[in-house]
């Protein structure tokens, strides 16, 4: 498999997803006032105006960037909804984040969720860059420890010999 086809899938599937749960989400809720901000949809996954929104938005996006730029949106899409899951986390319970995007238990699990396969789409589609990376490291510390193993061996050769009475 093609490296790029990772964040290609990413970008297709989680675009696709994005834009359903945005529209989805709108038919529930379009309201971008604070009264009637925040209803639930599917009764657990607490949507509004502003987080239908961006749904749809960055969903429509990755679609868009899915064949030329893949990784691009794989990378931007892993940060941004790894930092509103983590932030929603901090956070207390069913609080606005930016004023506007809801921050329950559910829909943190989801900004996760899409962040943290984002990031593994981007590694996987880099996985050689990040090897030839770490093989510099990964060398070296094998050459120590063919080293230790040499030096145990003459150890070990020695104390036979001593315990034999040769020299």
């Given at each position: 498999m093609e490296?790029?086809?990772?964040?290609?899938?990413?970008?297709?599937?989680?675009?696709s997803f994005l834009v359903l749960?945005?529209?989805?989400?709108?038919?529930v809720n379009s309201e971008f006032k604070v009264p009637a901000l925040t209803s639930d949809?599917?009764?657990f996954y607490t949507v509004n105006g502003w987080a239908n929104v961006l749904h749809v938005a960055v969903g429509l996006l990755g679609?868009?960037?899915a064949r030329p730029l893949p990784r691009l949106f794989a990378i931007l899409a892993?940060?941004?909804f790894t930092v509103l899951g983590l932030?929603?986390?901090?956070a207390s319970n069913g609080t606005l984040l930016l004023d506007g995007l809801p921050a329950t238990r559910w829909v943190n699990l989801l900004n996760l969720l899409i962040g943290?396969?984002?990031l593994g789409a981007y590694a996987a589609s880099r996985w050689d860059r990040i090897t030839e990376w770490f093989g510099g490291l990964g060398a070296r510390f094998e050459s120590m420890a063919e080293t230790r193993r040499q030096k145990k061996r003459r150890r070990k050769v020695r104390e036979r010999r001593a315990a034999s009475g040769r020299r």
């Open positions: 490296r790029t086809a990772y964040a290609r899938l990413y970008a297709t599937v989680a675009g749960l945005g529209f989805a989400g709108l038919l949809l599917l009764g679609l868009f960037l892993g940060v941004v932030w929603g986390l901090v943290f396969a984002g």
